[in-house]
């Protein structure tokens, strides 16, 4: 009971941290739309807007890592399973339970490697060229999604665990 109790609190704080990101992501998905109409009404009648290559990376940037654990949750990421499809549901669950291991690490040391990448750019104090925006408040953004992901498959690895412990299969 006491591992349920704790995996339905984890469960339901990684839903709640998801929901706010994609939010986030959603409203700079908004902005990106907004930009690019402004931007051709502009470049009709006036002149382009500064920087919006720059705006448009940095705010897809965060659209993208902000929906990594939210789509994971959704199984909304591509799968190859022809092969895995004619395995049993056992060999599929510890299959699985491996996969979201693996997934765990890599983006665990994604998130590590580019929040590394982040402290650089702000010690450098790096900025774009054109707006002279700073990077690293964007790069912090991309290992925090990859930091969430990494907590997702985590989650999803030690459910499917304690489902073949419980004997719940």
Request: hydrophobic fraction near 55%; proline fraction near 2%.
């Amino acid at each position: 009971m006491p591992y349920y109790f704790s995996m339905n609190f984890i469960d339901k704080f990684i839903s709640r941290l998801n929901r706010l990101l994609i939010f986030l992501g959603g409203l700079c998905l908004v902005f990106m739309i907004v930009l690019t109409c402004s931007n051709i009404v502009f470049r009709i009648f006036w002149e382009p807007i500064r920087g919006t290559f720059e705006l448009m990376g940095f705010s897809g940037a965060i659209v993208i890592a902000f929906a990594l654990g939210f789509t994971q949750r959704q199984k909304g990421h591509i799968a190859v399973d022809i092969l895995v499809n004619k395995f049993s549901v056992r060999t599929k669950q510890v299959l699985n339970t491996i996969n979201s291991l693996i997934c765990t690490a890599f983006f665990g040391v994604a998130a590590w490697q580019v929040a590394k990448k982040a402290a650089t750019l702000l010690s450098s104090g790096e900025v774009t060229e054109t707006l002279r925006i700073i990077y690293y408040p964007f790069t912090f953004c991309a290992a925090f999604g990859c930091g969430v992901l990494a907590l997702v498959c985590l989650t999803e690895a030690i459910q499917a665990v304690l489902l073949k412990v419980g004997g719940k299969e």
